[in-house]
């Protein structure tokens, strides 16, 4: 069954966590890699769980994992076997998942709140390329092709017992086609789908979300639809225009409100506008029932959500 809706059968909101790179930096990680967190996953893996715990205190009910750039193409780039990043992916999993069930175990007062859930972060083709492409799309690549791309690494993070996948940032239509594609051969597997957006209306290779809102409806296996990775004054108009085409759950975590370069990978932190938290319940009350923050968010930041979410229970 779709966990999502099973959280949200009892509960009027499922709250995400926040940045993974972000807190990693924090930690003093250096993230100026192609890897970018699922470097760490090799080198530092006691982090990646620190982080997790530290959004779970904060009130996440779902962690992603560090898969977003963790390829088997990419981690053999960097001279490993293929056994090697297989089991590193999975690794990837199975410290959210122990994060998650150690949180769970000490928690004494669990009303309110829901069991955690363990999301398996799947990137899109251009988080491969590190070029910034995941925000236009124009891969120049067939659906085979991107099926091709993608079977392997959903296939290992099916085996790796992750709850469901986030399937994230994508720019364009053309790869939820194709990873849809791929959770054909995995029909008791279920997705969320979030694209990254260019403005209030379009994804970031042009295609309204409209489209892709009502496309994805008739999808048994995408358990929820939305934005991540985006600007957050665009967010209230892309919720609406998912809503007037799909009745399935409405996902947003967008940035802070900095804009990135992917070529210098910095942040512009002059660009952020109002605070992050205080745009979160608006979101909510648009039609939003997942909630987080993607690049430059934190664990505090997702304690502000709780703060206001939990008085809803």
């Known amino acids: 069954m779709n966990p999502i809706q099973e959280i949200l059968t009892d509960y009027p909101i499922l709250i995400l966590d926040g940045a993974m790179a972000t807190e990693l930096e924090n930690y003093g990680c250096n993230l100026n890699d192609r890897l970018w967190s699922a470097k760490i996953v090799m080198e530092k893996p006691e982090l990646i769980k620190q982080v997790h715990l530290d959004y779970f205190h904060a009130g996440a009910d779902c962690a992603i994992t560090a898969s977003y750039q963790a390829t088997i193409e990419g981690y053999k780039e960097r001279g490993l076997t293929e056994e090697e990043a297989i089991a590193l992916i999975k690794k990837s999993v199975r410290l959210a998942s122990e994060a998650r069930d150690e949180f769970w175990t000490n928690l004494n007062d669990k009303s309110g709140r829901p069991k955690p859930l363990v ?58 086609k194709a990873i849809l594609k791929v959770l054909e051969e995995f029909p008791g597997v279920c997705a969320w789908f979030s694209f990254s957006a260019k403005d209030g209306f379009h994804i970031s290779d042009g295609e309204k979300i409209s489209v892709c809102a009502e496309w994805l409806d008739g999808e048994e296996q995408a358990a929820a639809i939305g934005i991540n990775c985006s600007a957050p004054q665009f967010i209230e108009s892309l919720i609406n225009e998912i809503k007037s085409r799909s009745s399935k759950p409405i996902i947003v975590y967008p940035n802070s409100g900095e804009q990135y370069d992917p070529t210098s990978k910095t942040w512009n932190e002059e660009l952020a506008a109002n605070p992050f938290s205080a745009s979160t319940q608006r979101w909510h009350e648009a039609g939003a029932q997942i909630i987080g923050g993607c690049c430059r968010t934190t664990p505090e930041d997702i304690a502000a959500i709780t703060g206001w979410a939990r008085k809803t229970v």
């Open 119 to 176: 999301a398996a972060s799947v990137g899109p083709y251009g988080a491969f390329l590190s070029d910034g492409s995941e925000y236009r799309g124009n891969y120049s690549l067939t659906e085979d092709e991107l099926v091709a791309f993608h079977k392997d690494r959903i296939r290992v993070l099916v085996e790796a017992g992750a709850d469901l996948l986030a399937c994230e940032t994508l720019p364009c239509l053309a790869e939820a």
